[in-house]
């Protein structure tokens, strides 16, 4: 039985700061005060979160350019059978509408899940008053909509189904959960505005901004994500960007190497590497992706961070590549197409062979 380098790379390494809940990270009880009060100080920063991806993550669909600019949009669904309409009511909202055998069944879209990096799955309200994913996707590699990721495999067999996948509770509170900051009540539904802002990641912020308006600098009540090392960051990133497993569970291990579709999943990915673990602290997600926008640390993705430790003298056991000087992503964390329509990038950093084998 083939044993992975990256078993020894994770045992024992994993040490220091660990979240014994990440969900809920920061120890300050505040209610939220909104990212507009943040942006009150944070001005620059929450101009360009405004504009991140994170923050629009989850929006409603008739604001969507990407989707309004494509309607009516009509599709023939070859699993079901069933004809796909995705057009604005008279009343001006999005529905999509399943036809067959003469009978016609539709849903109102109320939300969209996605920023449009990759794609936006919008989520609606079925005539009955369940919620259901839409099974219609906008993907950016086709600029155009095609089968939700998933929907293929379904065999839809009341027409209410061809519109798309019932969801559960639990399936809303995971949902929304990873797509909106408030806390998520046991109905599922966002309490505190939609796509990931300012307090999701540093806690709510009503009393670090009275904490600030009183002149306690000492104490600003508000949690710094800026100060976790490598492991306990990638655990806060992980809640929605998969969670890393722990160093002694190797059988999680195992099954993150093994399974493609956890390229999908960056923070379980980026613990595999010997890069994280032989760092001091472990490589911090921030060290190349700004929390605050799309951006990507350093000359041409990623080069900078890379070169802090692989240059000549800086460190005796850390080797410099023999082939290119530049470019280290587009080799070492090489793109996967592990869905429909959809490439990521795999952050297991390593020297990538045939077969995927580190």
Same mark, same amino acid.
């Given at each position: ?75 023939? $669904? ?79 067999? %009341? ?72 492991? %306990? ?46 760092? $001091? ?78």
């Amino acid at each position: 039985m083939r044993v992975s380098v990256a078993y020894f790379a994770l045992a024992g390494s994993l040490v220091g700061q660990t979240l014994s809940n990440p969900e809920h990270f920061w120890r300050e009880n505040s209610a939220y005060a909104g990212a507009r009060a943040c942006s009150t100080c944070h001005a620059d920063i929450g101009k360009r979160q405004e504009a991140s991806s994170h923050a629009r993550s989850l929006r409603p669909p008739a604001e969507i350019p990407e989707i309004a600019s494509r309607l009516p949009f009509e599709m023939r $669904d070859k699993t079901s059978g069933a004809t796909l309409l995705l057009r604005r009511s008279d009343d001006g909202n999005l529905e999509l509408v399943a036809q067959k055998a003469g009978a016609e069944d539709r849903m109102t879209l109320e939300w969209a899940f996605g920023s449009g990096t990759k794609g936006i799955t919008p989520v609606g309200l079925r005539e009955s008053g369940e919620l259901a994913e839409s099974r219609l996707t906008w993907y950016r590699s086709l600029e155009n909509f095609d089968l939700t990721t998933g929907a293929a495999k379904l065999d839809p067999r %009341a027409l209410s189904e061809n519109l798309g996948r019932p969801l559960s509770k639990d399936d809303l509170v995971q949902c929304f959960g990873c797509h909106s900051t408030g806390e998520i009540p046991q109905a599922g539904l966002p309490s505190n505005g939609m796509g990931i802002r300012c307090e999701r990641c540093h806690g709510p912020g009503q009393e670090h901004v009275r904490a600030m308006q009183q002149g306690h600098a000492g104490d600003k009540k508000i949690f710094h994500p800026g100060k976790l090392e490598g492991f %306990a960051l990638a655990q806060m990133c992980g809640v929605c960007h998969g969670r890393p497993p722990e160093d002694t569970d190797l059988a999680t291990i195992r099954m993150i190497q093994e399974a493609p579709n956890t390229v999908r999943f960056p923070s379980q990915r980026l613990v595999l590497s010997r890069c994280f673990n032989e760092s $001091d602290g472990g490589i911090r997600c921030t060290a190349c992706h700004d929390p605050h926008s799309d951006g990507v640390r350093g000359l041409r993705g990623g080069d900078t961070a890379c070169g802090e430790c692989h240059q000549k003298g800086l460190r005796a056991r850390v080797k410099t590549c023999p082939v290119a000087k530049s470019g280290c992503v587009s080799c070492h964390m090489p793109k996967e197409q592990v869905m429909a329509h959809s490439s990521f990038t795999d952050h297991w950093i390593r020297v990538v062979r045939s077969g995927r084998q580190p």
